[in-house]
């Protein structure tokens, strides 16, 4: 097991937006004993540093991350499917947009809003004609933060890892998760 450092332990700490004194009534120590524990100023004993630690765990399982908000099936078209797929989808699943994915890659995003101009004589081509930007892509770990902050800009969010899609998030799973 390799003990944190007092950098380490800071640097979590302010990741989970947590003050130094809440940090200190967590563990059932003082604040001041955090901030020399933290300037490195004082060496712990292993009791209290396991307080501190398992006092961040805790606090670290109420953060919601991507992997907790998103859908792992992905309902998406190929650049190369033509318009007319991205319609059926839509209708059936009775979504307004969709990821385009190739080889498990997101490359790119249809709306209905993309196809509004779109005539009668295209539906046979192939999406990539007619697609927009890819979601923003987040990885599993993304806070909810950063994921509803994503939300404001763009119709959905892809989680990824190594550039493979594990997920998606909309709008509506932001909100599901209030209800």
């Known amino acids: ?3 944190p450092t007092p950098a380490d332990l800071r640097e979590r700490r302010n990741e989970l937006g947590l003050t130094q004194s809440a940090l ?6 003082s604040q001041p004993l955090i901030a020399r524990i933290e300037g ?4 712990p004993r292993l009791s209290t540093l396991r307080r501190i630690v398992n006092a ?3 606090a670290e399982g109420d953060i919601v991350r991507a992997c907790d908000l998103m859908h792992e099936e992905v309902i998406s078209v190929a650049p190369d499917d033509p318009i007319r797929e991205a319609v059926r989808k839509m209708e059936d699943a009775a979504y307004s947009q969709l990821a385009v994915i190739k080889d498990g890659i997101p490359v790119g995003s249809i709306s209905q809003s993309d196809l509004v ?14 697609m927009s930007e890819s979601f923003p892509t987040v990885s599993k ?5 950063e994921v509803s902050n994503l939300l404001d800009h763009y119709k959905a969010v892809m989680v990824t890892e190594g550039g493979e899609t594990l997920g998606i998030i909309t709008e509506a799973d932001i909100a599901a998760r209030l209800s």
Request: glycine letters at 6%; zero cysteines.
């Open 24 to 29: 200190a009534d967590a563990a059932g120590v």
């Open 1 to 3: 097991m390799e003990l």
């Open 56 to 58: 961040l765990d805790e």
């Open 141 to 145: 770990e993304a806070k909810l933060e």
């Open 40 to 43: 490195g100023d004082v060496d």
């Open 117 to 130: 101009h779109v005539d009668e004589d295209a539906k046979d081509e192939p999406i990539r004609e007619h």
